[in-house]
């Protein structure tokens, strides 16, 4: 019986739609990958992605793209209710996996750049009304937000540099904004750094990926402060992987000892924009915890067949099927690979768990690959 | 666009990796110190522990073919490839069987491909590779004199160049390839073999030492693997000191990380990845004829070597209506899955291919798909080409007012372009050359190829050897 659909599913959408601004087809496209039929999205007026994805929201179909830098961002249609179950399975996960509480009124420092999207939006809302102390919410528009329109502008200039239509003052002109962007980026940085230090009595909740993370705990060490300096209650939460992040191999201590920070406030999960369930780490056995609305289905690593499941850990490809989404099929296959125990974990919880060993399988084959055949991707530089 | 999951064992291989020796200046180093992974397929393959020190000779030790001349280096190497044609072949048989579970081709790919490589090495394409390169083929073998319009005296010399050549993992016939024409330029070499194919290489190297261990030719040749990239042996070896110039094939990260080495003195002759492509005018919808000669033709340029090649045709731009080329996408379709390398059962087309096609096939007002999605090929018409790269045996048709029109889907990364009707081809020419196209082929024939031309828009032979210059004064000095 089909059940799953590769992760790629969402960007299975010809990207000239996007590029020649076939809004129609684009929205016809969204029909394949919805469970509601997309015929009631009005494209009239629509001028660029951005406010299509504002006509898919007045129709009730709220999409999310994921931020790929270059490459075409996947768009992910979700129901109403599944904004609303997000935003409160969120909250819970994150009290399930750590010591943080609803109502800790804690100083938010976040940092790094986030994709604006409709999801992130409302878990970030909750999570901010559960866990912030409202009177200390930093200024709007300190965080660099990446429309999913930016994303296709760049899509498009590496498209017309690569077919060499590409101007010459194009290059110029997208590099100038480069520059500025990246100046606003370390600008980002410093500000957040400025907030943390100012904020450094306070208990604070830290919420950004390892990378930046990273970044943030070096500088404020060049600043001369330390774990002494801050509360032995800060809390963080961590999203995601490394996603090729050049830190040393020490850096989880790090960020660790420079804000005091401590397994119980620590937050960690898996997840994938594809599903929209956390998957809690636990303190106790340090595993990534399946709720029961999740049903992990392991693959063979080209993802064709379920391996068997016996007691004791298997280790392929990950797919989910979610049974808590709505507004898209649940079941996915992602490009991760995961060793997961249906068996309780040391921490007591009888629910299946994940070890924190992911891996996308992209990262595993390695770069070893040598071929005379191409695209002309391998001749379009610095947009990467 | 679901797909079909069942309950299948895991698969776990235990079988001991496949050995793969290396080759040093003769010598077979053979042991299991290393343990690598081939790209691809994931298949494990074990090396010997790689020692630096046996591949760079100092410079003051002079190249050992310097003084053998050329129609001997011929002799040799027809030789060789006598025995390599042979029907029997021990080394070549075990590197077959070896490639065969490495490779993402099948193996009577394989087989065809390194048994047909050994025709290159006739010495009548020798000799006619090495006149098509060199203006005057007497500069390999000695210092060839010359007195420019003002009397001043020269002695040139294409002299061996000390080269390192890394390897293409999709053409299992490109090693005797490289060993050949680095022999004819007499050059000083060592080859790094591609984890999609670490036999080939030292397969026919051995075959030339079971003729003569001492030949000046085997005493040339080094062939080892180590995985593209790593700095603990790059940073050490690709230096000017050591190699003239890389001469690398293809693309992806083994050749991104081979540019921070590029300087001064260490020279790249890189042969960049490729896209092929078709250009079929209205000529072919003057008959039925017409259209399944032109569908026909065209498919052989895409199926060729299972599609892995970049001689492979991957779009095929058509004067056409979108009906029209629905017909002859059904032919091409039709040909394109006929199994001609006796495959069988093909492996399954990649999760994400699969999933883009299928969406295709969904929206059917700007696509129209023909074939199945089972490996042995397909056909995609549209008005737009594809973003994604066309594998497997897979062609999109793009329909386009004019072939003028498809120039600007020629670019820089554009290898072969195969015409039809043929006559076009003077018509198109030179605009495909400006555009960045390196080959203009009739229909069908991208794949065999005139012995001794350009190859990537460059004689290859001429950039390899070191041009030295001895300059003897004017004739009557003033």
């Known amino acids: 019986m089909p059940l799953l659909l ?153 498209k017309t540099i690569g077919d060499g239509t590409a101007r010459p003052e194009e290059i110029a002109e997208f590099e100038r904004e480069s520059a500025v962007r990246q100046e606003a980026l370390d600008a980002t940085l410093e500000k957040a750094v400025d907030r943390i230090i100012a904020h450094r009595g306070d208990k604070l909740l830290i919420m950004a990926m390892w990378g930046p993370l990273y970044q943030l705990a070096e500088a404020v060490r060049g600043r001369g402060y330390s774990a002494k300096d801050f509360s032995p209650e800060n809390a963080t939460f961590l999203g995601g992987g490394l996603k090729r992040a050049k830190v040393p191999e020490n850096y989880r201590e790090i960020i660790f000892e420079t804000f005091n920070l401590s397994p119980r406030f620590t937050y960690q999960m898996y997840g994938m924009q594809e599903t929209q369930t956390s998957m809690p780490r636990c303190n106790e056995g340090g595993r990534y915890h399946i709720p029961a609305w999740m049903v992990c289905l392991p693959l063979d690593k080209e993802g064709d067949n379920l391996l068997p499941c016996g007691p ?71 947009l990467t | 666009m679901n797909k079909q999951i069942s309950i299948a064992a895991a698969n776990s291989s235990d079988s001991p990796p496949d050995a793969a020796p290396f080759f040093i200046r003769g010598m077979l180093v053979e042991g299991a110190d290393d343990i690598h992974r081939s790209r691809d397929l994931g298949v494990s393959f074990a090396t010997p522990k790689l020692d630096l020190n046996a591949l760079v000779r100092p410079r003051t030790e002079l190249p050992p073919l310097l003084n053998v001349p050329l129609a001997e280096i011929i002799d040799f190497l027809a030789e060789a490839g006598e025995q390599l044609g042979r029907k029997s072949n021990v080394h070549v048989d075990a590197c077959i069987e070896h490639m065969a579970k490495v490779s993402l081709q099948p193996r009577t790919a394989v087989e065809y491909m390194v048994k047909s490589a050994a025709e290159y090495l006739d010495p009548k394409s020798l000799r006619e590779v090495v006149e098509q390169n060199f203006p005057n083929p007497e500069a390999l073998d000695g210092w060839v004199p010359h007195t420019d319009h003002q009397g001043r005296r020269s002695f040139i010399r294409a002299y061996p160049p000390r080269l390192i050549h890394v390897l293409p993992g999709n053409a299992p016939g490109q090693g005797i390839r490289s060993i050949a024409q680095s022999a004819l330029v007499k050059a000083v070499n060592v080859f790094k073999m591609a984890s999609a194919d670490p036999f080939s290489t030292v397969a026919f190297l051995r075959t030339m030492a079971d003729i003569d261990p001492e030949h000046p030719v085997v005493k040339s040749m080094s062939a080892v693997y180590w995985p593209g990239g790593a700095e603990q042996v790059e940073r050490v070896l690709y230096r000017p000191q050591y190699f003239d110039k890389l001469v690398a094939w293809g693309g992806g990260d083994a050749i991104t990380n081979v540019m921070k080495y590029i300087g001064p003195g260490f020279q790249l002759i890189s042969f960049d990845p490729k896209t092929s ?202």
């Open chain 1, 6 to 158: 590769p992760h790629t599913a969402y960007k299975s959408y010809p990207e000239s739609f996007l590029t020649g601004k076939r809004w129609d087809r684009l929205t016809k496209w969204l029909g394949t990958v919805s469970t509601q039929p997309t015929d009631n999205i009005s494209v009239e007026g629509v001028e660029d992605v951005d406010s299509w994805i504002r006509a898919c929201e007045a129709a009730g179909h709220y999409v999310s793209c994921t931020s790929g830098t270059t490459g075409k961002p996947a768009m992910l249609p979700a129901a109403k209710a599944d904004l609303e179950f997000a935003a409160q399975e969120g909250v819970e996960a994150v009290q399930w996996g750590s010591g943080i509480r609803v109502g800790d009124d804690r100083t938010l420092i976040s940092f790094g750049a986030i994709a604006q999207s409709p999801r992130n939006a409302a878990t970030g809302m909750a999570l901010v009304g559960a866990f912030a102390d409202f009177a200390k919410l930093a200024a709007p528009g300190d965080g660099p937000s990446i429309t999913v329109g930016s994303i296709t502008r760049m899509i498009e200039l590496r």
């Open chain 1, 312 to 382: 004791g850990p298997v280790v392929g490809r990950a797919a989910f099927f979610d049974l808590s989404i709505k507004g898209r099929w649940g079941g996915v296959i992602s490009g991760d690979r995961i060793e997961v125990d249906f068996g309780p974990c040391a921490c007591g919880s009888p629910s299946p768990s994940i070890r924190d060993d992911i891996t996308r399988y992209a990262d595993l084959d390695g770069d070893d690959k040598i071929a005379c055949s191409g695209t002309v991707d391998a001749y379009v530089r610095g």
């Open chain 2, 277 to 478: 492509i078709s250009m079929v005018g209205k000529e072919a919808f003057a008959s039925d004829e017409a259209m399944a000669e032109a569908a026909t033709l065209n498919a052989a340029d895409v199926a060729m070597a299972n599609q892995e090649a970049c001689v492979c045709s991957r779009f095929t731009f058509i004067e056409a209506t979108p009906e029209q080329a629905d017909r002859y996408c059904q032919i091409l379709a039709q040909q394109i899955r006929i199994d001609r390398m006796g495959e069988g059962a093909p492996r399954p087309l990649e999760m994400d291919l699969r999933e883009q096609i299928e969406t295709l096939r969904l929206l059917d007002d700007d696509f129209a798909v023909f074939g199945e999605l089972d490996g042995r090929g397909i056909a995609i018409r549209s008005d737009e080409p594809v973003d994604f790269h066309p594998l497997r045996k897979t062609s999109n048709v793009v329909c386009v007012p004019s072939l003028e029109a498809a120039f600007k889907h020629v670019n820089v990364a554009t290898q072969t372009v195969g015409v039809y009707p043929f006559e076009r081809m003077t018509d198109l020419r030179d605009y495909l050359a400006s555009c960045g196209a390196q080959r203009v082929v009739r229909l069908g024939e991208a794949g065999p190829s005139a012995i001794g031309n350009p190859h990537d828009a460059m004689y290859p032979l001429h950039r390899f050897v070191h041009w030295m210059a001895n300059e003897d004064g004017c004739e009557d000095p003033r």
